[in-house]
C-alpha cells in the first residue's frame, strides 16, 4: 500500500520560498501522477499543482509563476517550491496520488506551513 | 469563492438519509468525473466516491454518488455519528486545465 510523507519547514518568512518535499513508499513516482493540495486554516481545499512520470508540470494559474514542482526518482520523492509568499499562502500542505480515474487516491497527513517574520 | 458550489452545512440524525449536492458547470462537472472525500477533523482527506458514483474498495455502501447535467450528491443513507466531517466534491475543469474542488460541506449528527 502507498504512502506518502510531506517534510520541510514549518515556519516561512514572508516573501521568503517555501520548500517542501513529499516522500513515496509502497509506489514508484515513475508510475502515476502526483500533486500537491493546499487547505488553509478554517477553509477548503485548493490544487497547487501537479508532476507527471514523465516530468511534465501543471500548476494553478491563480499562483502566477511562483510555483515549482519537480521529481527525484533515485529518492522516490516529489519536491515543491513557492516563491515570494505572503500570509495568504499559510495552509496545511497535502501530497497525493492521482489514480489513472482522475482522483486522488492517496494523500499524506499533511504539514502546516504558516508564513510569518 | 470555490469553483464548485456546495452548501455550507448540513445535518441529520442517526439511520436518517441525507444528500449533499454540488453544483459546477459544463467545463467541469458537465464534461468530466466527480470524485468526494470526506474530511475527518484533523486528517487528510479520504476517497469516498469516484468517476460519479464508484466506491473504493473498503468504504462502506452507504455511502452513494450521482450525477445529473453540470451537479452531483453525495448520499449517506444509516447516518451514523462517525459520520461528522467535512465533505468536498471535485472534478477537473477544462477551462483551468487542472482540478477545482467544491467547498466543502460540513455535516452534523444530531
Known amino acids: 500500500q502507498v504512502q506518502l510523507q510531506e517534510s520541510g519547514p514549518g515556519l516561512v518568512k514572508p516573501s521568503e520560498t517555501l520548500s517542501l518535499t513529499c516522500t513515496v513508499s509502497g509506489d514508484s513516482v515513475r508510475d502515476y501522477i502526483w500533486t500537491w493540495i493546499r487547505q488553509p486554516p478554517g477553509k477548503g481545499l485548493e490544487w497547487v499543482g501537479d508532476?507527471?512520470?514523465?516530468?511534465?508540470?501543471d500548476y494553478n494559474p491563480s499562483l502566477k509563476g511562483r510555483v515549482a514542482i519537480s521529481g527525484d526518482t533515485s529518492k522516490n520523492q516529489f519536491s515543491l517550491r513557492l516563491s515570494s509568499v505572503t500570509a495568504a499562502d499559510t495552509a496545511v500542505y497535502y501530497c497525493?496520488?492521482?489514480?489513472?480515474?482522475?482522483?486522488?487516491?492517496?494523500w499524506g497527513q499533511g504539514t502546516l506551513v504558516t508564513v510569518s517574520s | 469563492q470555490s469553483v464548485l458550489t456546495q452548501p455550507p452545512s448540513a445535518s441529520g440524525t442517526p439511520g436518517q438519509r441525507i444528500t449533499i449536492s454540488c453544483s459546477g458547470s459544463?467545463?467541469?462537472?458537465?464534461?468530466?468525473?466527480v470524485s468526494w472525500y470526506q474530511q475527518l477533523p484533523g486528517t487528510a482527506p479520504k476517497v469516498l466516491i469516484y468517476s460519479d458514483n464508484q466506491r473504493p474498495s473498503g468504504v462502506p455502501d452507504r455511502f452513494s454518488g450521482s450525477k445529473s447535467g453540470t451537479s452531483a450528491s453525495l448520499a449517506i443513507s444509516g447516518l451514523q455519528s462517525e459520520d461528522e466531517a467535512d465533505y468536498y466534491c471535485a472534478s477537473w475543469d477544462d477551462s483551468l486545465n487542472g482540478p477545482v474542488f467544491g467547498g466543502g460541506t460540513n455535516l452534523t449528527v444530531l
Open positions: 459544463s467545463s467541469n462537472i458537465g464534461s468530466n468525473p
Open positions: 508532476f507527471d512520470n514523465r516530468g511534465g508540470t
Open positions: 497525493a496520488r492521482v489514480d489513472a480515474a482522475a482522483y486522488f487516491d492517496s
